[in-house]
Nanobody, 128 residues
Framework: QVQMVESGGGSVQAGGSLKLSCAPS????????MGWFRQAPGKEREGVAA????????FYADSVKGRFTISKDNDQKTVYLQMGSLQPEDAGMYYC?????????????????????WGQGTQVTVSS
């Protein structure tokens, strides 16, 4: 069974930084889009960033552009989300997701409906 394991969440003061990691199992990593999504209590899930593991394509939500960076380590088969200048509105459960098939370009890389494999999430809290 496909497993998506996120780590790196925690509590940080406003202005601080956190780095999240996602290590999918098996062949889930190779040549496919992977994304980070977040959901705060009472709000809809929103796409944060996405990356194509077979190339250099990256996408960011406007709300995090310039503050967050998505990256990958193909040797470790791991995707990261470096989050800087964190604000209270960034708090929520962060999920790692992967597309169903390889070499597939989603029409909307930050749309959760484009992804099929999901992790359990890692909690991020930001205090002011």
């Amino acid at each position: 069974q496909v497993q998506m394991v996120e780590s790196g969440g925690g509590s940080v003061q406003a202005g601080g930084s956190l780095k999240l990691s996602c290590a999918p199992s098996g062949d889930t990593y190779s040549k496919r889009f992977m994304g980070w999504f977040r959901q705060a209590p009472g709000k809809e899930r929103e796409g944060v960033a996405a990356i194509y593991t077979g190339g250099g394509y990256t996408f960011y939500a406007d709300s995090v552009k310039g503050r967050f960076t998505i990256s990958k380590d193909n040797d470790q088969k791991t995707v990261y989300l470096q989050m800087g200048s964190l604000q209270p509105e960034d708090a929520g459960m962060y999920y790692c997701a992967a597309a169903l098939v390889t070499s597939w370009v989603p029409n909307k890389p930050l749309d959760s409906n484009e992804y099929h494999y999901w992790g359990q999430g890692t909690q991020v809290t930001v205090s002011s």
